[in-house]
């Protein structure tokens, strides 16, 4: 049962890792990945003199802290508050409307997405009853990050929330029974029953996103993005693409890959040592 988990990550996780040389070489197709010549950090050094390091860092950054401030709590309080439904009947319609978002194809969303803040879109009307001018909201690069981020939250609420219901209903109905006898009410028996009894699990899931932070998905931005909002929507995935498959830059991408692993690797490492630290629980 385990041999085709063992083959699929190392064809595809670690086999490809040979090919990271690449970044501190020229890379030829033609002389191959050991026949191209040597060049040490040159492809680090230019990207770190770039004149979009700053862009690419701080946007990348930026929306990654926004999902992390509102987006990894939001699955969380929906399991809380489906966990006090007790109609059956409405809790499964509330989970199945929330899980569709999630099988939605990204070009459908970017497409919805792109009709909703054009000028005469839905959300833009709604936008101007509050005072903002009426525009194509994906033209102005101040708009792009919330909309990304809110877009991200309404996909994923649902299916984030799995985890969480799945880790609510492992805790022993016997704790929730002597909250109950000492007085405890509803809310407090998620205060001090629930939400303890998930807190390995949102541990673990903080960790995992905090080890993500300076990766962001290329497709759906590429989707939504235009050359008028680069200076808030071009992330390092996007410019690996361009630079990496557009351009054909094969070894500067694979540098500003590796770094970017490379981050993200210290990071998972540092919140793993700070929660176990703070809250005795970690990865390891």
Known sequence: MLLPIVIFYLVFCYYPMYGAQIAFRDFSPKLGTVGSPWV?????????????FGRLIRNTLGINLKNLV????????????LNEVRSDKFKKT??????LPHFISTVVIAGMILQFTSTDGFITQLMTLFGFPKQNMMMNPDFFQPVYVIS???????????????????ISAELY??????????????????????????????????????????EKIILLYNSSIYETADVISTYVYRKG????????????????????????????????RVTEHSLW
């Open 245 to 276: 498959l557009l351009d054909q830059s094969y070894s500067f991408s694979t540098a500003v890959g590796l770094f970017n692993s490379m981050i993200n690797l210290l990071l998972l490492v540092a919140a793993n040592r700070i929660c176990k």
């Open 94 to 99: 509330v989970q199945t409307v929330s899980y």
């Open 40 to 52: 040490g950090l040159k492809h680090f050094k230019e990207f770190f003199n770039s004149v979009y």
């Open 177 to 218: 029974e002597a909250a109950r006898i000492d007085g405890a009410g509803r809310w407090k028996q998620a205060l001090h029953v629930t939400i303890p009894g998930i807190l390995p699990t949102i541990i673990t899931m903080l960790i995992l996103r905090i080890g993500n932070m300076m990766s962001l998905g290329f």
């Open 70 to 81: 509102f987006g990894f709590p939001a699955p969380i309080l929906l399991a809380l508050m």
């Open 152 to 170: 991200d939250i309404w996909q994923g609420i649902g299916w984030g929330s799995i985890i969480y219901i799945a880790a609510i209903s492992g």
